[in-house]
């Protein structure tokens, strides 16, 4: 039955444990949904004292055990990961590991100046071609859902799981086709559900996940 509830996480992302089954893990994730994770893929933690992080902004970044890019990898981050920097050199970070491991990433290349709206689409563009997912969220492979939630939570922007859950978070605006600007969430109905959901590029263009992270043209003309 567990096939059908499997989560997906990332690196120190926190979950609340509810149950248990066997090798099974029920667990609530920060956005309150429930599902279940193999014990194998957890770590119970001391709480630590807060230092500095740093936010993945690539699709993968590998985690080295050395100061340099030929040692061995030992791990991997995604996309919006987020990691405790233990020391920093010119062009590395040494990160600290949920099972107290250390390891060493490349420093990440911080967009500047750029406006909410900018970084949403910038960090949905680098997403292109990620294959869909049934229940993904992560540079792994997305849901439709899944892709809008991660992109907009780099941004700070916490946003429930489903598509039908965002149309509803409060301070949302309805606006028009027309008047979508890059950065609007795209919200599409089928039989009375709301049942995808999408970013606008602007100029009638829409980046989601349907297949895989695309770019696809609004305007009827255009099919």
Same mark, same amino acid.
């Given at each position: 039955?567990?096939? +059908?509830?499997?989560?997906?996480?990332?690196?120190?992302?926190?979950?609340?444990?509810?149950?248990?089954?066997?090798?099974?893990?029920?667990?609530? @994730?920060?956005?309150?949904?429930?599902?279940?994770?193999?014990?194998?893929?957890?770590? /119970?933690? +001391?709480? %630590?004292?807060?230092?500095?992080?740093?936010?993945?902004?690539? %699709?993968?970044?590998? &985690?080295?055990?050395?100061?340099?890019?030929?040692?061995?990898?030992?791990?991997?981050?995604?996309?919006?990961?987020?990691?405790?920097? @233990?020391?920093?050199?010119?062009?590395?970070?040494?990160?600290?590991?949920?099972?107290? %491991?250390?390891?060493?990433?490349?420093? @990440?290349?911080?967009?500047?100046?750029?406006? &909410? %709206? +900018? @970084?949403?689409?910038?960090?949905?563009? /680098?997403?292109?071609?990620?294959?869909?997912?049934?229940?993904?969220?992560?540079?792994?492979?997305?849901?439709?859902?899944?892709?809008?939630?991660?992109?907009?939570?780099?941004?700070?922007?916490?946003?429930?799981?489903?598509?039908? /859950?965002?149309?509803?978070?409060?301070?949302?605006?309805?606006?028009?086709?027309?008047?979508?600007?890059?950065?609007?969430?795209?919200?599409?109905?089928? +039989?009375?559900?709301?049942?995808?959901?999408?970013?606008?590029?602007?100029?009638?263009?829409?980046?989601?996940?349907?297949?895989?992270?695309?770019?696809?043209?609004?305007?009827?003309?255009?099919?």
């Amino acid at each position: 039955f567990k096939s +059908e509830m499997v989560t997906q996480a990332i690196l120190w992302e926190k979950v609340e444990f509810l149950e248990s089954d066997q090798e099974w893990f029920k667990v609530r @994730q920060w956005d309150g949904y429930e599902s279940w994770v193999h014990q194998f893929y957890t770590v /119970q933690t +001391e709480k %630590r004292n807060k230092i500095d992080e740093v936010k993945i902004n690539r %699709r993968y970044a590998n &985690i080295y055990n050395g100061k340099n890019t030929s040692s061995d990898i030992i791990s991997e981050a995604v996309f919006g990961t987020i990691l405790p920097v @233990q020391f920093s050199e010119k062009y590395l970070n040494q990160i600290l590991l949920p099972d107290s %491991r250390s390891g060493w990433i490349e420093k @990440q290349e911080a967009q500047k100046n750029v406006s &909410i %709206r +900018e @970084q949403i689409v910038y960090n949905a563009l /680098q997403l292109r071609g990620i294959q869909y997912l049934w229940g993904g969220k992560t540079s792994k492979g997305f849901d439709c859902s899944g892709f809008i939630q991660t992109v907009f939570k780099f941004c700070s922007i916490e946003l429930p799981r489903d598509a039908s /859950q965002q149309i509803n978070i409060s301070g949302l605006k309805k606006i028009s086709l027309e008047s979508a600007e890059q950065g609007d969430l795209l919200f599409f109905m089928s +039989e009375d559900q709301i049942d995808h959901v999408g970013i606008s590029l602007g100029n009638g263009k829409m980046i989601h996940c349907s297949g895989d992270v695309h770019i696809v043209s609004l305007d009827l003309k255009d099919k």
